[in-house]
Every structure is written in structure tokens, then in C-alpha cells.
């Protein structure tokens, strides 16, 4: 019932059902490996330079395509589990100093360094229910390097938080922003901490240094970490 068309240079291994009904066809240059049940009523076509390894389930009914140099992951708990959207914050923070050594009268610019905590402002112990899982949301620790710019604590630039996504189902979702071990002008300071709403759109950039800063809560709003 089956035809077999292997162009040159090519490695294939095949094993079709009796039942396959169409051509299985593999282009140049190509390593396979491909297994077609009961019931694959179109053909299979997969371009050059392309290494696979398939197995098609018994119902299948359209055309498996894949083009030149493509190479595929698939995440089945994306299917399984609804995803839970990110963002992106910046920051950049500079003080002003007064004229030290360089050349001119005018006040100098330093990079602030400090460490920086984005707390998610729910209840303690208040539990995100989606399908599929329970999810808490965990304060972030982050960093602003000796050049000022904020990284993650390994030092990825910008910061990646959970997004106000309607999978949430929340109202609102507040971040605090706190400040700790902050340096500059050669001694310890203090940067007052705020709060923002986090966006209800994922894969998005807010820059810290433009969003409405809300105040923050009473220090008793959250549970001790000792």
C-alpha cells in the first residue's frame, strides 16, 4: 500500500502500518526516525536539513510540516496548566554628590548601590487558586550594582515578576519595592520604599522610576520573618 521515496544522503528508518493509506516522503540530508500508525490519512513531509523524531498517533488527520532548520520543543504543561504571565521592571538609580576630584565645580553623579525586595502585597498565607495548581507568590530579592542598574541577584539586567493576568482572578496585585544595604557617597543611606500596581498585560517593561508610587503598608501587615 506504501511508498517509499529516500533521496540521497539520507538515513532513514521507517516502519509504516498497513493501513497508512499515503506516501511517507523525506528530503535530503535528513536523519529520521518516524513510526505512522493506523489511520495517518495525509503525508508526511519534512523539509531539509531537519532531524526529528515522530510518532503519530492513530487519528491523525492533517499534515506534519517542518521547514528548514527548525528545531522544535513542545511543553506539554503549557496544555495542561494555564500559564501565569510575567513582567519586566528597570531601575536606575543615581545620587548626587558633591564635587570631589575631576574637572569643573559642578556636583558629581554616583551610582547607587543597594539591595532591592519586590513583595507581593496579599494577605499571609493568602493562596492563588488556578486550574491545575495553588500558587503563593514569594517576595523577590534583587539588586542595584556599583553602576546603579537594577539585576537580578545573578545579575541578569531587569527584574521579572508575576503579571496581574486575568488567570489570576485578583482584583488588584500591589509590589512593594524596598531598599536595604544602600551606599553612596562613601557611607550607608536610605532610599524610602513604595508600592505600584503591577500591570494586568504580560511580557511588558515598567520602568520604577515613572509608576504612581503608593505608600506602604504598616510593618504588622506582614509576618515576621523570624
Known amino acids: 500500500m506504501t511508498a517509499y521515496n529516500l533521496d540521497t544522503t539520507l538515513a532513514v528508518t521507517a516502519t509504516t502500518?498497513?493501513?497508512?493509506?499515503?506516501?511517507?516522503?523525506?528530503d535530503n540530508t535528513l536523519?529520521?526516525?518516524?513510526?505512522?500508525?493506523?489511520?495517518?490519512?495525509?503525508?508526511?513531509?519534512?523539509?531539509?536539513?531537519?532531524?526529528?523524531?515522530?510518532?503519530?498517533?492513530?487519528?491523525?488527520?492533517?499534515a506534519l510540516g517542518m521547514g528548514t532548520n527548525i528545531p522544535t520543543a513542545v511543553d506539554v504543561s503549557t496544555a495542561i496548566y494555564p500559564t501565569v504571565?510575567?513582567?519586566?521592571?528597570?531601575?536606575?538609580?543615581?545620587?548626587?554628590?558633591s564635587d570631589y576630584t575631576d574637572e569643573g565645580v559642578s556636583p558629581d553623579r554616583q551610582p547607587i548601590s543597594c539591595f532591592v525586595t519586590f513583595?507581593?502585597?496579599?494577605?499571609?498565607?493568602?493562596?492563588?487558586w488556578v486550574p491545575g495548581m495553588g500558587i503563593m507568590l514569594a517576595p523577590i530579592k534583587a539588586r542595584c550594582d556599583a553602576d546603579g542598574i537594577l539585576r537580578t541577584i545573578v545579575g541578569g539586567t531587569g527584574v521579572q515578576l508575576t503579571a496581574n493576568t486575568s488567570v489570576l482572578e485578583l482584583d488588584q496585585l500591589i509590589y512593594d519595592v524596598t531598599f536595604s544595604s544602600v551606599i553612596f557617597n562613601k557611607q550607608d543611606q536610605i532610599i524610602d520604599g513604595f508600592g505600584f500596581i503591577a500591570p494586568t498585560t504580560e511580557n511588558v517593561t515598567v520602568?520604577?522610576?515613572?509608576?504612581?508610587?503608593?505608600?506602604?503598608?504598616?510593618?504588622?501587615?506582614?509576618?515576621?520573618?523570624?
Do not use: C, E, H, M
Not at 32 to 46: H, N, W
Not at 207 to 226: E, F, G, I, M, Q
Open 119 to 128: 513583595t507581593p502585597r496579599l494577605r499571609p498565607g493568602q493562596t492563588i
Open 207 to 226: 520602568d520604577l522610576s515613572r509608576v504612581d508610587k503608593l505608600p506602604l503598608p504598616a510593618p504588622s501587615w506582614y509576618p515576621s520573618s523570624n
Open 17 to 26: 502500518s498497513p493501513d497508512g493509506g499515503r506516501t511517507a516522503t523525506l
Open 85 to 97: 504571565g510575567s513582567f519586566t521592571v528597570i531601575l536606575d538609580l543615581t545620587a548626587i554628590t
Open 31 to 62: 536523519g529520521v526516525t518516524a513510526a505512522v500508525s493506523t489511520g495517518l490519512d495525509r503525508a508526511i513531509g519534512l523539509s531539509t536539513s531537519v532531524g526529528a523524531n515522530l510518532s503519530i498517533g492513530g487519528t491523525t488527520q492533517a
